[in-house]
DNA sequence: CCTTGACCTGTTATGATATAACATACATAT
DNA sequence: ATATGTATGTTATATCATAACAGGTCAAGG
């Protein structure tokens, strides 16, 4: 599963859910950005500097970012400070699997699973903002399994929750 | 299930994923509009002629159509041509749950099984532009019990998968 | 009757998101 | 050194969406 060794807990190598969970989100950040490197040397693609930069802006929370908030760190960073500038660096993420885009809420995410092959499901806190991916296997294969029902064959699929997380559900209560 | 009474075989109302067959769609358009007529009525809301006309462009395909596409045949019939009047003619009709947006496509499409409560999940045709309405129950259990394992809610969920109808696999063979 | 208030429609104006097209710089391979 | 592919940057424009306000309709209450 983590193609990285270290032999400490490493909760974002093992929880799928930590963007709810208060944890050592440093070390969470950082784990990423080791794997990415490693799987953009893999795939044979360049993980540039403004590349890199817009996942690390990504990884800085658990949230999603639009492509304008990520252009203006980019610009205050001394990159370009047109929207393709943002929009390219997205979408080299996206492609290479390092990033996700939220189409609810026109904004990406940095992949908290990188290299494992996952088709994600997001939770989208409504209290806090922040996402999470969860468990997709078996949202996948239901959703499978009713396109295959009427002979239709998913080659990509979006699922996004909107609702509250735990920390957010009980501050509500 | 269907509140509406006819003695002949009603594809519209019993089969999930016309959208992808060859079907009386006169009949089926006419269904869902007299359905939603019916709706309005018991929810005490008005279908006024602009969000009518709106419904039924929407219903002239199984496809979804930006805000600005029903904006222009909107105008083209008379009512007004500035985005407002299509967005709040599309708003009112999802609020009623009479249309559903994709957000994949930031577009809408007319719903298929207005007044059953249904967690719409969408398969959009790549070829055709189909876009049907799925059986959403067991994607959305899936949905909910990854969700619950990590202590998240949901309040509402877009599910949204692209790929190839029968149709347009076949053609593509 | 006629006023009030809710709501619907329409307009102007602007905001937010995204991409096309082209120019320049940089890497790597002959 | 030159050619080739790739990356970055800029200008300009396309596309999607909403805020704010003005006028019209209609039914309920005075
Ligand atoms: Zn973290
Ligand atoms: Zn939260
Ligand atoms: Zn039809
Ligand atoms: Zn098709």
Known sequence: ?????????????????????RHDHAHCAQDVLARADAI??????????????ALEILLESHRAMGAYD????????????????A???????????????????N?????MHPGEDHAPVFLICRGCNAVAEAQAAPVRAALDAAAAAIGFSVERANVE???????????AA
């Open 107 to 111: 904004a990406f995410a940095a992949c």
């Open 1 to 21: 599963m983590s193609n990285h060794a270290h032999d400490h807990d490493c909760p974002g190598c093992s929880s799928p859910d930590l963007a709810f969970s």
């Open 40 to 53: 953009a040397e893999e795939n044979g693609v360049r993980l540039t500097p403004v590349r890199r930069r």
């Open 161 to 171: 929750a909107l609702g509250l997380c735990p920390a957010c559900k009980e501050a």
């Open 70 to 85: 990520v252009l203006q760190r980019l610009a205050a960073d001394g990159f370009g400070n047109q929207p393709p500038v």
């Open 87 to 105: 929009y390219r660096a997205l979408e080299f993420l996206v492609e290479q699997g390092l990033a996700h885009r939220i189409r609810r809420l």
